[in-house]
């Protein structure tokens, strides 16, 4: 079967950095999706990590291990407009996209 | 055209009544996909398409819930007899292939009274 965790809710304070973990378990690999959701809104894609390592892409950051099964994203200098849902979300084996619940990120002043 | 087009907005049924979603993927886009999503985020995965053909429906309710995407026509998601725990936002996300970036409609809230 295929399971992703991720935290329910982080809080962070503006201009700080927050890191969001997300662990999964797929009975196949085909890369590593966050998507960013604002209340209220569609899924926006953020990035894809398929390789090891970190993936940076202005103030955010993706990191992908696959022999953990773990993946980060990275939020620096937080803006009020950070405050969303962030989604995780692997492909894997039987072709099916398997979404985590989803992280409510609280930017507070 | 260049975004998933989902009608309508908002829907509002009595239980037991049909309810039927609409979406337009993205032109070139052969694989659509139908996501449920209740409170605390939880995103529910319901069927996918590769183009016209059913590509994955594990997800899918299936005595009540049914979903089609024809040639030349926006895909759909129906559903019979809805009941107050179908109450939810329901996204269709359209993707070039199965395991690319999806891109997502601004959903149809269904509210079931």
């Known amino acids: 079967g295929q399971n992703i965790d991720q935290p329910t809710e982080m809080t962070a304070t503006e201009g700080a950095i927050v890191q969001i973990n997300c662990t999964y378990q797929t009975s196949g690999f085909n890369g590593l999706f966050w998507y960013q959701q604002h209340a209220g809104e569609a899924p926006t894609f953020l990035s894809y990590?398929?390789?090891?390592g970190l993936e940076e892409k202005g103030r955010f950051s993706s990191f992908l291990s696959r022999s953990k099964g773990y993946s980060y994203l990275l939020l620096k200098e937080l803006q009020m407009k950070d405050s969303a849902s962030y989604l995780c979300?692997?492909?894997?084996?039987?072709?099916?996209?398997?979404f985590g619940t989803g992280t409510k990120l609280q930017v507070i002043p | 055209g260049e975004e998933v087009a989902q009608t309508p907005k908002h829907l509002v049924r009595g239980e037991g009544q049909k309810a039927k979603l609409y979406c337009a993927p993205i032109?070139?886009?052969?694989?659509v996909f139908w996501y449920q999503q209740v409170l605390k985020n939880e995103f529910k995965f319901l069927i996918s398409f590769q183009n016209e053909n059913v590509f994955d429906e594990t997800g899918m309710p299936k005595e009540r819930f049914s979903a089609k995407c024809l040639p030349n026509s926006p895909c759909s998601l129906e559903i019979q007899a809805t009941k107050l725990e179908d109450s939810a936002v329901y996204f269709c996300?359209?993707?070039?292939?199965?395991?690319?970036?999806?891109?997502f409609g601004q959903g149809t809230r269904l509210t079931v009274v």
């Open positions: 990590n398929v390789l090891d």
């Open positions: 979300a692997a492909p894997g084996g039987y072709q099916k996209v398997t």
């Open positions: 032109k070139g886009h052969s694989y």
């Open positions: 996300a359209s993707s070039l292939l199965w395991d690319t970036e999806a891109f």
